[in-house]
């Protein structure tokens, strides 16, 4: 398989990524402890390895970024200028824990409290207005506790306190308050008020996990809702079948996805075969994903396609028109593709509308497919049919990434690695905690 390599000292595509100066690691949100232990040790090694010039220790801490579309403001840095290569969202300097990506607004978790930006004309930004901003604002009445964000097209989500709060758009119901009213301000979503662990925002809907069993709401005219019907509803109802042993969820464009026991489930739209079935026919019920039965760490929905990490690898599945299963060509899937194996393991994917975003244990971040506004970060707008990694600065790592299923944008946690004299102290912890992991599983 083809890779390749992006950055200030890129070499030909057959060199190894460790002559590069730089390196980068990112994690998604809704990371296990022991992901985010082994991301980071594998970033601190490897900057170890290849002698980053890296910040003090006492400097690592998290700052947010975005990059590609921004007509709305959706990258945060006070303007409405498309980027090919990441930009500082302004005021997330610091403390930043977590990001999401909508369509065309972002969201973000700093210490403790939610913040959000660019399109506001549903309310997705929760300030009580309808106004956009090209700056993050304050979500009202989500100060502090908050442990989740998640965005669809044009709603967004948070945990706060072990409860799911939906606000924006609910013409379908995705706010799941038993309404059909949108809201510029969060609202509790109906039966939702504790043991909610992840949530997540389609198209049109939302899923959510609650003690162990996926919900889902809003728009269902494809059987994403997962519940046997092709019935739309603005209250959260169960996933058949996914009533115990759910670890994740996601949400694509009109399909949804999920990880039991395990094993990857997939529902909804399946035109492109973005269920992995081997067929293109819809289903409102859970079906298995061809050959990812067992050891799958995370999932993602784009539109049309979906993306999935078995044993440290990539697949991907369903619509690839720019390229976005990775594996060098134009042609659609109906089953995964072998898209991304580097020989480490693959830690988190992430899809946007057409592109799909993986991160590795090494610290690197790779992207692939629709690159028309820049949003693979790669320095130009040109479409990607395999993965090509994207460098961080050097001294500094990524630990977060994001895009929504309809996004054309991408957002980030950016972080300074420790330099060579802090690397016993940070290993070891992450050792710690994978061994404490380990010693309760």
């Given amino acids: 398989m083809k890779l390749d390599i992006v950055g200030p000292c890129a070499r030909p595509r057959s060199t190894c990524q460790n002559e590069s100066k730089f390196t980068r690691v990112q994690i998604r949100r809704l990371k296990s402890p022991e992901r985010c232990a082994r991301a980071v040790l594998g970033a601190v090694l490897a900057g170890s390895a290849l002698g980053l010039a890296a910040a003090p220790a006492a400097a690592v801490d998290n700052a947010a970024q975005a990059w590609g579309y921004n007509g709305d403001g959706e990258l945060g840095n006070g303007s409405y200028t498309n980027s090919n290569v990441p930009v500082a969202v302004t005021g997330l300097g610091s403390g930043v824990t977590a990001v999401a990506g909508g369509r065309y607004h ?6 403790g409290a939610a913040k959000a930006w660019g399109s506001n004309y549903f309310g997705q930004l929760g300030n009580g207005s309808y106004t956009n901003s090209n700056l ?6 989500l100060g502090s506790d908050i442990t989740a964000v998640a965005a669809g097209y044009y709603h967004s989500l948070a945990i706060q306190n072990g409860a799911a709060k939906a606000w924006g758009a609910n013409y379908y119901g995705e706010l799941g308050n038993g309404s059909n009213t949108n809201s510029n301000l969060p609202v509790a979503v109906t039966g939702l008020g504790s043991g909610i662990t992840a949530v997540a925002g389609g198209g049109y809907h939302s899923l959510a996990i609650q003690n162990g069993a996926a919900k889902a709401w809003g728009a269902n005219d494809y059987g994403e809702l997962g519940n046997g019907s092709n019935t739309g509803s603005n209250l959260p109802v169960a996933v058949s079948g996914l009533g115990s042993g759910v670890t994740a969820v996601a949400g694509g464009g009109i399909h949804s996805l999920a990880i039991q026991n ?3 489930k997939a529902w909804g739209w399946n035109n492109y075969g973005q269920l992995g079935n081997g067929s293109t026919t819809p289903s409102n019920v859970p079906v298995a994903v061809t050959g990812l039965t067992s050891d799958i760490t995370a999932v993602a929905g784009g539109y049309l396609h979906s993306l999935a990490i078995q044993n440290g690898n990539v697949y991907a599945w369903g619509y690839n028109n720019n390229g976005q299963l990775g594996d060098g060509t134009t042609t659609a899937s109906a089953i995964p ?5 580097l020989g480490v393991d693959l830690i988190d994917v992430a899809a946007g509308f057409y592109s799909s975003y993986a991160l590795s244990s090494d610290g690197s ?3 692939w497919g629709d690159n028309y506004y820049g949003q693979l970060g790669l320095g130009d707008n040109t479409n990607r049919l395999v993965p090509t990694q994207l460098l961080a600065p050097a001294g500094y790592a990524y630990t977060a990434i994001d895009a929504d299923a309809s996004g054309i944008h991408a957002v980030a946690m950016l972080t300074a690695v420790p330099e060579p004299g ?5 290993a070891l912890g992450g050792l710690a905690l994978l061994r404490r992991r380990r010693r309760f599983a």
């Fill in 106 to 111: 972002s969201l973000a978790i700093q210490n």
């Fill in 136 to 141: 993050p604002v304050a979500v009202t009445g």
């Fill in 262 to 264: 395990g094993a990857a």
């Fill in 337 to 341: 593709l072998l898209a991304l194996d």
């Fill in 365 to 367: 971040l790779w992207a």
């Fill in 422 to 426: 802090s690397l016993s102290l940070l």
